[in-house]
């Protein structure tokens, strides 16, 4: 089963957020966005009421709120269901945006991987724009229209990258640009932009639909709300679970049926490796941070394994255009075969630290920089199990 | 009058670009039809769409060489790709990509000689909570296991038979 626990998703009833936002004027809608605290859902965790009333704020002709449904984390799978379960509170949760910002377009940019998503999608649309939710004076408020399309990614995780999937938007490579000038101020076409998460729009309805207070009282004060989490790994019922941000990961793996994990990968690929001594650490931004991702090791799995699969990931992902990140992993990978073979001497291990070090600070956008993280934490945890590894070609 | 089968895919690429507006933002979308239509992305039609958007063919072949999912060469009529990402490793890939390797004779990133499959690995399809899974053209298949790779594959052989690439259907 996909779902695994309570949805608060579900219960929310449909268009009260746009009811509720439309009777406030754009401000209002913002401050609401603004008081609930409600950081990014897709992992980086910046502020998405700061985010609304910089692109407010900011001049244009024409302004864009964009979706980003590129759900490429190694281990996540949340914005999927959304999108199946509840399309309609993301085009709600755009259209709101729309609002507060004065912006006229959307875009869902979805990965290429879920193009079997899209028919149901459009069908959304559709029966959205009939209903007088998109369009032209939406809702009966004269003078506010606001619509959607949906564009198709052609299968880089890199996307995933605001700045990355402003380009490939714009017909280019999905290279990411230097920030700032920020897409709220210069973003796609050069116009303000407002890039967020499927799951972000979802709860800007929720927060709407609710109020800021309600949402301000799940979770912890820098972890305001609800999350959900994609558990995937050795458990015994994989799946989305919705947690109040702050809840420990020990709890997350009772739920799921993985108690007797050895570690967890919280945050997919570029996540962090948390064993299981400080399984009482929390899933929140000012602790163990993630867009969703939960990946469990049960006790037979060897953790250099983990990391092997995750920098072939990234020497596969990596666009290639600064250094850090395009020779960083692919030092990294060898390092973590040499290690697997027992080869690697402490000196080495050491250099593979530093270069690790490098590539946080060096890279040039958040894939570079998020890489190395498994690695290091791997590492870190699990030092013990390396240095004992036996040469495989050594014969018993 | 008769033309060649140059003019006739320029007038295709043509019709495909009047749809999406001549303009560079539109060059994926424009890209991804080009592929529905003709299965591969030639120096050709590169060239063409480069002509018509006023841009160099470099930048396209740029476009085309950055995504996974648009390809200069023909690839098979059903394209398989496997997810290799950690999830799908944990739940069995290995053993579905051997039976794979097996059942269709080539390698990854191979196509077989009939032209009609084309082996891939993919990274994360987002199935973590059914891995292993796998994509055939844009339809996903979960808890794949050794077994129902042969189930996967004669249904497209099944479909091959109607009319290319259609709905694939596994008992």
Known sequence: ?396 | MLSTQQEQRVAEIDAIIERHGRSRSALIPILQDVQRRHDAIGDFAMQAIADRLGIHPVEVYGVVTFYAFLNEDCRGRFVIRLCRTISCDLAGRDAVANQLRNDLGIEFGGTTADGRFTLEWANCIGMCDQGPALLVNDQVFTHVTPEKVHDILSACTRAFGLHGAQEVQVR
């Open chain 1, 1 to 396: 089963m996909t779902i695994c626990n309570d949805m608060t998703l579900a219960a929310i009833e449909p268009d009260a957020g746009l009811a509720a936002a439309l009777k406030l004027d754009r401000a209002g809608v913002i401050g609401e966005i603004r008081r609930s605290g409600m950081k990014g859902r897709g992992g980086a965790g910046f502020p998405t009421g700061v985010k609304w009333n910089l692109a407010a704020a900011a001049q244009g002709d024409r302004k864009f709120i964009v979706c980003n449904a590129d759900e490429g984390e190694p281990g996540t799978f949340k914005d999927r269901v959304i999108l199946t379960e509840w399309p309609g509170r993301v085009f709600e949760g755009m259209t709101i945006a729309g609002y507060a910002v004065g912006a006229t377009e959307g875009i869902l940019y979805l990965r290429g991987e879920y193009a079997y998503l899209r028919h149901g999608l459009e069908q959304c649309l559709a029966k959205r724009r009939e209903e007088h939710l998109l369009g032209n004076d939406i809702c009966g408020k004269t003078g506010f229209g606001f619509d959607v399309r949906i564009h198709m990614g052609a299968g880089a995780y890199v996307c995933g990258e605001e700045t990355a999937l402003i380009e490939s938007l714009e017909g280019r490579r999905g290279e990411a640009r230097n920030r700032p000038p920020f897409p709220v101020n210069t973003g796609l076409g050069g116009m303000p932009t407002i890039v967020n998460n499927v799951e972000t729009f979802a709860w800007a309805t929720a927060i709407l639909a609710r109020g800021a207070d309600w949402f301000k009282a799940i979770g912890t004060e820098q972890s305001t709300g609800p999350k959900m989490l994609s558990v995937s790994g050795d458990v015994e019922r994989p799946g989305v679970y919705e947690f109040p941000l702050g809840t420990p990961i020990r709890e997350v793996l009772r739920a799921a049926g993985g108690e007797d994990a050895k570690a967890v990968v919280v945050g997919g690929a570029s996540g962090q490796c948390v064993p299981a001594n400080r399984f009482a650490r929390t899933v929140s931004y000012e602790d163990v941070a993630t867009g969703g991702a939960v990946i469990v090791f049960g006790p037979g799995r060897n953790m250099l394994d983990v990391a092997e699969n995750f920098l072939e990931f990234f020497v596969d992902e990596s666009c290639g255009q600064c250094t850090p990140c395009r020779i960083g992993n692919v030092k990294l990978l060898e390092g973590v075969r040499r290690l697997k073979r027992g080869e690697c001497s402490t000196q080495q291990l050491r250099e593979l630290r530093a270069l690790g070090e490098t590539m946080r600070v060096a890279s040039k956008c958040g894939l570079g920089q998020s890489s190395p993280n498994a690695f290091l934490s791997i590492i870190e945890h699990f030092r013990r199990e390396i240095p004992s590894r036996v040469p495989v070609t050594v014969e018993a």
